[in-house]
């Protein structure tokens, strides 16, 4: 059967399922061995003891066919061997995740918690400073350690902390003035950036000191700051009366000194603004004029235009995250970029949800291909070897994929996820590949669904 096994949809998954199919091949097999010991005793008359222990037998016996049955459908699947407890208190959402190696970080809104991928057992906990949130996440983390932001409520974020993330201990922590979201510190090797009110500081990585400082001109911002192991990515956006200008600003991350920087096609405020990938340089941006670029745009190593991608095209709207629903400090997005391609969820006219993955070329935009599914695409990331994987949901029930980038064609079969019920959540969920199987992590997790979960392979 192959790749088309359980092919538009997500496979059954749980002991429920094969329970199911057992109990009904259960009465063929009290069929069976009631035919068996009739023929071989040569007549129908049993007594009342025999008849139980003959039902029984057959019971046991109708439910081996159905858990074949069941196991022939799924082909391969993993299951979840550990979930973390549920998050407390209640008011509390996950912001972000970083996973490095066999530990998963999961940054709520009050401070920081390590897991083993192996086995779920909490390796360490870092909470935020008193009356404090965790406000921003760098994208990548580097050399063991992530870059974290503290605010205090409804305020600027005013610290920023690189963490160990094999122990959690603070390495060391500097005062700043930074935005709390997404894009607003970044991490390179061996540097710290963060995006200021009035300039980008690149902070040595070692000890915190303050190693270069890019000031913005009058009436400019940063948009954005995203990283690279060498680059540090910077998008600028500028105001002169109701003029607005962007720009795109490619640094050395040890020196902050410029490689590159090109102008964006913009004439208004942007809506929307996420940086995809610090090196190739792949950004999208929505204009707040309806008329203004939506578009998904990439540069090579010189800052030319290569790609624009359009958000919204004639067949599909780009789904490349949860919006207000996803990790707030660092989305998790539903796209990712793979070499010289964009995968990413997409949506049709009359979706109900994002059911569809679609892939376009970043050298000149042009659509590669599309893939439909019957469930929702919960979580989108590149995989260690190369290709797309891809988390779909029914309801909570669990599918993974591998895709090739190029073509879409799956690569293996889909791995539905069983062991328990109502494992992957409502909202944003991120997906890790910590090199023995899967780790989902969900948003909320405050409810019946884990905070995070670990599947193996069968």
């Known amino acids: 059967m192959g790749p088309k096994r359980c092919s538009g949809g997500a496979c059954p998954s749980g002991d429920g399922t094969a329970f199911t199919l057992g109990v009904l091949f259960a009465p063929l097999g009290v069929v069976a061995v009631s035919l068996t010991v009739s023929l071989a005793r040569g007549r129908w008359a049993w007594g009342r003891r025999r008849v139980w222990g003959t039902v029984g037998c057959g ?34 959402r996950g912001v972000g995740n970083w996973g490095v190696g066999s530990t998963l970080v999961r ?82 090797d061996g540097t710290a950036a963060v995006a200021e009110d009035t300039a980008v500081r690149g902070l040595n990585a070692a000890d915190g000191r303050e190693t270069w400082r890019r000031n913005l001109g009058t009436g400019c911002r940063a948009g954005a700051v995203d990283a690279s192991a060498a680059r540090v990515l910077l998008v600028e956006q500028c105001e002169d009366g109701h003029a607005v200008r962007m720009r795109i600003t490619s640094l050395d991350a040890r020196t902050g000194a410029p490689r590159w920087s090109a102008p964006l096609p913009v004439a208004s405020r942007p809506e929307e603004l996420l940086v995809l990938s610090a090196e190739p340089a792949v950004i999208a941006l929505r204009e707040s004029d309806a008329r203004g670029t939506a578009a998904v745009l990439s540069f090579d190593g010189e800052g030319r235009r290569r790609a624009a991608v359009p958000l919204s095209g004639r067949r599909d709207d780009l ?54 599914f019957e469930d929702d695409v919960a979580a989108l990331t590149r995989g260690p070897d190369g290709n797309a994987a891809v988390l779909t949901r029914r309801f909570s029930d669990g599918t993974v994929r591998r ?4 073509t879409g064609t799956s690569v293996g079969e889909p791995e539905p996820i ?32 884990p905070p995070a979960f670990g599947a193996r392979p069968r």
Do not use: K, M
């Open 418 to 449: 069983g062991g328990e019920d109502r494992l992957v959540g409502h909202g944003a969920a991120e997906l890790y590949d910590d090199g023995h199987g899967r780790v989902v992590v969900n948003r909320d997790g405050t409810d019946d669904h």
């Open 59 to 92: 019971l046991l016996l109708g439910l081996v066919p159905g858990r074949l049955w069941h196991d022939s459908l799924y082909g391969p699947r993993l299951d979840a061997v550990w979930a973390a407890p549920p998050d407390r208190p209640s008011d509390v």
């Open 403 to 406: 895709l090739d980038p190029r």
């Open 319 to 372: 789904v490349l995250s949860a919006g207000t629903e996803d990790f707030a400090a660092r989305p998790a997005f539903t796209a990712a970029v793979v070499r010289d391609v964009l995968v990413t969820a997409v949506e049709q006219p009359g979706d109900t949800g994002a059911h569809r993955v679609a892939a376009y070329s970043l050298r000149d935009g042009g659509a590669l291909w599309d893939r439909s």
């Open 107 to 188: 940054a709520r809104s009050d401070g920081l918690t390590a897991y083993n991928t192996r086995d779920g057992q909490e390796r360490w906990t870092l909470a935020a400073p008193p009356r404090q949130s965790v406000c921003a996440l760098g994208a990548r983390t580097g050399a063991g350690t992530g870059l974290v932001g503290f605010a205090g409520y409804r305020q600027p974020c005013a610290s920023v902390a690189l963490v160990d993330l094999s122990t959690g201990r603070t390495r060391w922590r500097r005062a700043v003035t930074v935005e709390p979201g997404a894009g607003r510190i970044a991490l390179a």
